[in-house]
């Protein structure tokens, strides 16, 4: 079993906030990074705004630009990030390539990631059906390659490259909110992505790379990330990096139900913003706390 225990490391309270420019804000967000900001206030710590722009062919200057002019019309204010800078910086991901890199190098050199040049519809077509409750594929262990594969290269190349999780084991962490969360390896998750052939790295490497260089003591984020979690927990222990806390917060829903997403241009805080909405009006369209 790997049991994450709570973080005694942090001298102090830091949180963030980490949107990615691939769209407009909506509402659900706004619920989110206001319970970060909150907390961040409580413990009289310090709130970080992350751009997350990670992605080449989605992400959008415009989107960036938004989201900092939405969350200070707002009201919503950090102490560090890419409009004000820090000591942390920088605070786009695209400028923190080389730090991505050091990350994958070290889990190579150690064992802990593999080449994969399996498809995605060739593994699939391999797995068995999923397990009932099971929430994702799991790539089928039969296909790792053979052991120390991929460790004399120096450069990721155009493949990519899979965490390879311990068999059969429980990954147990307390979340602030949700509470006490098990998910096991081979059952709920596999093998999952930590850098892409495109040379892009996974959200799983990137946002746990940022979060440790950055000092974050607290991710505040959605609930949907839960079994993200659990992933990047792994990563942490094999960089022998202390994790932070988390803390997952609700989802907001439309009236049927959908989790919201930036489809959802009709809650998008932009489109709120031009339609005449105040900022008093549109924090009491987010779900009581």
Same mark, same amino acid.
């Given at each position: ?118 498809? /995605?519809? =060739?593994? @699939? &077509? ?6 009932? !409750?099971? +929430?994702? %594929?799991?790539?089928?262990?039969? $296909? ?118 930036? /489809?959802? =241009?009709? @809650? &998008? ?6 339609? !005449?909405? +105040?900022? %008093?009006?549109?924090?009491?369209? $987010?779900?009581?706390?």
């Amino acid at each position: 079993m790997f049991k994450h225990s709570l973080s005694q490391g942090f001298p102090s309270y830091r949180g963030r906030i980490a949107p990615s420019p691939t769209g407009y804000l909506h509402l659900g967000h706004l619920s989110t990074f206001s319970i970060a900001a909150e907390r961040a206030r409580a413990a009289n710590g310090v709130l970080v705004f992350r751009d997350e722009d990670i992605d080449p062919l989605r992400s959008k200057n415009a989107y960036a630009t938004a989201a900092i002019e939405d969350l200070r019309w707002l009201g919503l204010s950090w102490q560090e990030g890419p409009d004000i800078g820090g000591p942390f910086g920088p605070y786009k991901q695209s400028d923190r390539m080389h730090l991505y890199r050091h990350v994958w190098e070290h889990l190579k050199n150690h064992g802990y990631i593999y080449p994969c040049k399996v498809s /995605r519809k =060739d593994w @699939l &077509s391999a797995a068995s059906a999923p397990n009932e !409750g099971q +929430s994702e %594929e799991i790539f089928p262990v039969a $296909l790792r390659p053979k052991e120390h594969a991929g460790k004399t290269m120096t450069d990721p190349g155009n493949l990519n490259w899979r965490f390879h999780v311990p068999d059969e084991t429980t990954v147990s962490f307390l979340d602030q909110r949700c509470g006490e969360q098990r998910f096991v390896t081979g059952k709920d998750f596999g093998d999952f992505l930590v850098w892409r052939k495109d040379g892009v790295p996974s959200y799983e490497l990137a946002v746990v790379a940022d979060d440790h260089a950055m000092n974050i003591s607290e991710v505040v984020r959605g609930e949907d990330l839960l079994l993200s979690t659990a992933r990047q927990l792994l990563i942490y222990a094999a960089m022998g990096w202390e994790s932070p806390l988390f803390f997952h917060a609700p989802l907001m829903r439309n009236e049927s139900g959908i989790r919201l997403a930036k /489809r959802h =241009d009709s @809650l &998008s805080i932009r489109n709120l913003r031009e339609n !005449g909405k +105040s900022p %008093e009006t549109i924090f009491s369209m $987010l779900p009581p706390r």
